[in-house]
């Protein structure tokens, strides 16, 4: 074919487009209301704005993406704010988050699931009793705890069943808050510990848990179900949901569904040892590669010369060690 000699005729510009370039400058929405995330459902977020009772419903605004957006996360917001039926408002901010607590559906998934973000105080709440306790899941929700630095309360439900002492005892060397909360227990000492502050539930189902936040939320009306006679409850909360302490101070629990299994595949040895002080110092003096277990494992860990509190605190953090090495006993 012959080579053709092109000209200006041969240009083609679509109507409409012209030649403004293209730019990435997002809208600075300076004018863009705060608030937390109160509520998570297929595309929509609850959001309550600072100063407001009541959650508007909001969606995630385009240059956001595929940005993850949690329960308990600090969003910026415009539009419609008004709250009114069928309005619909966007995000379009996303604050810094203080803490995170992280999980992955089991030790081998790498993919980490935000179970809320901006806690910071996690209430593990585990029965005594029908269904027996599950220290493993304890444990690994105390690592979890401890990485996402969100400071850990042991809250014992059904201790009209059996004296929860024994079982408290097990968590005594790693310093943990612990409280009960069981049908006869006053909660003055619970209701003290959280007012105030953003505190996230979690606990398999069947324990207690929404009976708990009912008594101490009475408006939450969270479903509570009965616990199957092979001591598995049926999940009776699918959704998070933050929930409004009744008070002077401006305090919220975060109620999450009834978890089955706790993964932990985000987080490694040296990660939990670094959580306490004591034990990290002296770990800068082990061997690399040493997983701080102990003998036969690792002759030669530096934290078998600690002593006293902190020595008694090697045995408990080795017991979360070993809870994060093995998925014995921590589902449900």
């Given amino acids: 074919m012959a080579r ?41 977020w609850g959001v309550v704005l600072d100063g407001r009772e009541d959650p508007i419903v909001t969606m995630r605004a385009r240059e956001l993406g595929r940005t993850a957006i949690e329960v308990g996360d600090r969003v ?10 069928g309005t619909l408002a966007r995000i379009v901010k996303l604050e810094e988050r203080t803490s995170v607590l992280r999980r992955t559906a089991d030790d081998t998934d790498s993919y980490e699931r935000i179970v809320v973000a901006n806690a910071d105080q996690l209430l593990i709440v585990t029965a005594v009793a029908d269904p027996p306790p599950r220290s493993g899941f304890v444990e690994r929700a105390l690592i979890a705890a401890f990485v996402g630095d969100i400071h850990p309360i042991l809250c014992l439900t059904k201790t009209d069943l059996t004296d929860p ?3 408290a005892a097990e968590f005594a060397d790693l310093d943990v808050t612990v409280v009960t909360a069981g049908v006869d227990d006053e909660l003055d000492q619970v209701r003290e510990l959280i007012d105030g502050h953003i505190t996230a539930l979690i606990g398999h189902s069947g324990v207690g848990k929404s009976t708990l936040v009912n008594r101490l939320v009475p408006d939450a009306e969270r479903e509570t179900g009965e616990v199957s006679g092979v001591g598995k409850g049926r999940h009776t909360s699918t959704q998070s949901v933050a929930l409004r302490l009744p008070g002077e101070r401006d305090g919220w629990i975060v109620d999450t569904p009834g978890i089955r299994s706790f993964g932990l595949a985000h987080v490694d040895a040296d990660t939990v040892v670094g959580v306490f002080e004591d034990l990290a110092q002296a770990a800068e003096d082990c ?21 006293g509190a902190s020595g ?21």
Avoid: I
């Avoid at 910026?76 to 039926?85: A, K, L, M, P, Q």
């Avoid at 590669?289 to 002759?299: F, Q, S």
């Avoid at 008694?312 to 449900?332: M, P, S, Y």
């Fill in 165 to 167: 002492a024994p079982f």
């Fill in 312 to 332: 008694r605190r090697v045995a408990a953090v080795r017991k979360l060690l070993e809870a994060l090495r093995t998925n014995v006993d921590w589902e449900q």
């Fill in 76 to 85: 910026g917001v415009v539009g419609d704010t008004s709250g009114n039926e």
């Fill in 4 to 44: 053709r000699n092109w000209d200006e005729s041969d240009v083609r510009v679509r109507p409409g487009k012209g030649s403004r370039p293209r730019t990435k400058d997002r809208p600075r929405h300076e004018n863009a209301e705060f608030g937390m995330v109160v509520t998570k459902d297929r595309g929509r």
């Fill in 287 to 307: 061997p690399r590669g040493c997983t701080h277990m102990g003998p036969p494992a690792d002759p030669e860990c530096a934290l078998d010369e600690l002593t």
